[in-house]
């Protein structure tokens, strides 16, 4: 018996029940797949101009032919629509509208969320609370923006590890870098005031930090509290002589100009920041179109979608106009709360910028189209080496990281057609298994990758590299025999006799093992996906490991504060010192008496731990401290 055929969608019929509202629209398939998301001042004209007589584009006729239902949300003003429709975007993905990749590559400046917090650099996830300023272009424009904070506002930049075992002043402090808040010489009113002044000026908000100061300066001199306006004093010609090297350099204080260039739907936008007159560089964008030729289309939806997770800078130049100008530019001010300027058709130096800009967004487009002809070649050439009908869509590397079998960490790379999906990469944390049973540990990951997803309808990969010999094969063959994992083609990575790049022994799906040599196209992607596997497997066990390091199992041991940590670490140089002390050496230990000794042996040599006692015991200052299960401070 067939099956009919699901009628296509009735867009007049539905257009005719809108409302003249501003709101956003949602075009669904059947497969409840979201296809676009769409604004509109209002709704009914927008959504009809879809199904008009009106010639559109293959893109939008693709699009229509796949749409099965519609789902419309008003909004108040089409200000809210924008936002929403950002929102959705970001969240939903959708099939034809153009999306701004996320890059998590490029390092911010992160103040962390804490009773003392800490400023530094940070690449990667926001997973640590706090505030993040940026994107910046380099890791040199973030050094030296650092380096300038430091110099203006004292704050620490050291580790919670380090911060919270510190019993004099470090090198920072005696340089004038940082005002000691480790061991209490700034009171937490002024380092609280400090941290916000920092915020102030990486917010570009120089001008308003300045008349602040000045007003802080007047006030001190008033209730003649001199050394403080002197010192208020000092750090307001800082700023000014920043300011005043600004207009000196003609730079504009809070400036981004955007140029895009376009190569078929290929597009390469190029953002040159300004912040505070400091030129932060350019940073190039490949924002995925979804079929779109359109450049103004393109770029309009870059900025909206940009600026609506980066805090926007008072003025945005762009090489030319794009839809909805004024729209974005009011939403942008409404939610930043400032006004917010975007200009086209600029002159004298802004011309130059945007000059600057096109050029630079021209150079990074023939490179990222080169890079892909070159990355089409290599895949190409893997295709061939292995004799698959078609081009790999999809390649996962698996490789295994520890040291000596400690903090073993497993990861899983995702290669596509365009390159690295690093959304999708993966850690295994290993555990259950013999120290350094590298066997084990890449069958646990196998096993634990493809099993969810032949329970979960997961996706699974065409090529599936492992870096290791015959032996680490074996075990991935054996999952995916076990789970009825088919049409993956399993190849091995193994180094050469003189482990030499280039000289690396592939093991065929088919059991032949081949040396493709250093020429061979099909070998260098294997290269490229395999070093990102062993980079990303490295970084996750070098975390791990300096997680169980910087916390230790001494935080774990009831009795143990800051002050006897700090005291155990530094009498035996170290975390491994006092693994190796018996029990009668970590007694000598300022602090420490027998019965405590004898938990912390046994807590780090993984021992039945002794019952606690209830008697209070002597600190190195004389007083007492209780030893049940409540933790002390020292």
Not at 414 to 425: C, H, I, L, S
Request: charge should be neutral.
């Amino acid at each position: 018996m067939s099956i009919a055929a699901a009628p296509a969608f009735d867009g007049k019929a539905f257009v005719k029940h809108l409302s003249t509202a501003p709101g956003v629209y949602r075009m669904i398939a059947a497969d409840d797949a979201v296809l676009y998301v769409g604004k509109a001042g209002a709704l009914k004209n927008r959504v009809s101009s879809y199904f008009n007589a009106t010639p559109k584009s293959a893109r939008i006729m693709a699009m229509l032919a796949q749409t099965a239902r519609m789902e419309v949300t008003v909004t108040r003003t089409e200000a809210e629509a924008l936002i929403l429709e950002n929102q959705l975007i970001k969240s939903l993905k959708p099939r034809y509208n153009v999306l701004l990749r996320d890059d998590k590559s490029y390092p911010y400046v992160l103040m962390t969320q804490e009773a003392w917090p800490r400023i530094a650099m940070h690449r990667g996830p926001r997973a640590i609370p706090g505030r993040y300023f940026g994107p910046y272009a380099s890791v040199g424009a973030v050094r030296d923006t650092l380096n300038l904070m430091h110099k203006l506002f004292k704050l620490r930049s050291c580790e919670d590890s380090v911060f919270r075992n510190r019993s004099r002043p470090c090198l920072q402090h005696q340089i004038g870098r940082c005002s000691a808040p480790c061991v209490g010489l700034v009171a937490a009113r002024d380092y609280a005031e400090s941290v916000r002044r920092s915020g102030l000026f990486l917010e570009g908000r120089s001008d308003e930090l300045s008349e602040e100061l000045a007003k802080s300066m007047e006030a001190a001199s008033v209730r003649l509290d001199f050394e403080e306006a002197a010192r208020l004093r000092d750090l307001l010609q800082s700023i000014r002589s920043l300011q005043a090297r600004q207009y000196v350099d003609g730079r504009a204080a809070d400036l981004d100009v955007l140029a895009i260039a376009m190569h078929g739907v290929t597009a390469c936008v190029l953002l040159l920041a300004f912040r505070d007159g400091r030129n932060l560089g350019t940073r190039a964008f490949f924002p995925k179109t979804n079929g779109s030729e359109n450049a103004e289309e393109v770029l309009a939806a870059f900025v909206s979608q940009y600026y609506g997770e980066q805090t926007p800078p008072r003025e945005i130049v762009l090489d030319r106009d794009i839809p909805d100008r004024d729209l974005i530019e009011h939403a942008l001010s409404s939610t930043s709360d400032r006004r917010v300027q975007i200009k086209c058709n600029v002159r004298a130096e802004r011309a130059g910028y945007v000059d600057l800009a096109r050029r630079n967004a021209e150079l990074a487009l023939a490179a990222e189209r080169t890079s892909h002809a070159a990355q089409h070649a290599r895949a190409e050439g893997l295709r061939e080496l292995l004799g698959l009908d078609a081009l790999p869509s999809r390649i996962e590397c698996f490789d295994i990281s520890h040291t000596m079998g400690e903090a073993t960490v497993a990861s899983c790379v995702v290669f596509d057609a365009q390159g690295p999906v690093r959304g999708q990469y993966r850690r295994f944390n290993i555990a259950g298994i013999e120290p350094g049973d590298d066997y084990a540990a890449m069958h646990q990951a196998i096993e634990r990758r493809f099993r969810r997803a032949m329970e979960e309808g997961g996706v699974t990969p065409d090529i599936l590299l492992i870096d290791g010999g015959a032996g680490q094969v074996a075990q991935a063959r054996a999952v995916l025999d076990d789970l009825g994992v088919e049409g993956v083609a399993l190849v091995g990575v193994a180094k050469g006799p003189e482990r030499r790049p280039g000289e690396e022994e592939l093991l065929l799906p088919d059991g032949r093992t081949v040396r493709p040599g250093a020429e061979s196209p099909a070998l260098q992607l294997v290269q490229q996906v395999r070093d990102e596997a062993h980079r990303f497997a490295i970084t996750g066990h070098r975390g791990r490991r300096q997680k169980a390091r910087n916390t230790s199992r001494l935080e774990d041991i009831a009795g143990i504060g800051p002050r006897r940590r700090a005291n155990l670490l530094r009498h035996f140089g170290g975390l491994g010192g006092l693994k190796a002390a018996g029990v009668e050496e970590i007694a000598r230990v300022d602090g420490i008496n027998d019965a405590l000794a004898e938990r912390i042996y046994a807590t780090l040599h993984g021992l039945d731990v002794p019952d606690k006692p209830t008697e209070r015991q002597p600190t190195p200052s004389g007083t007492t401290e209780p030893t049940g299960n409540a933790r002390s401070e020292g």
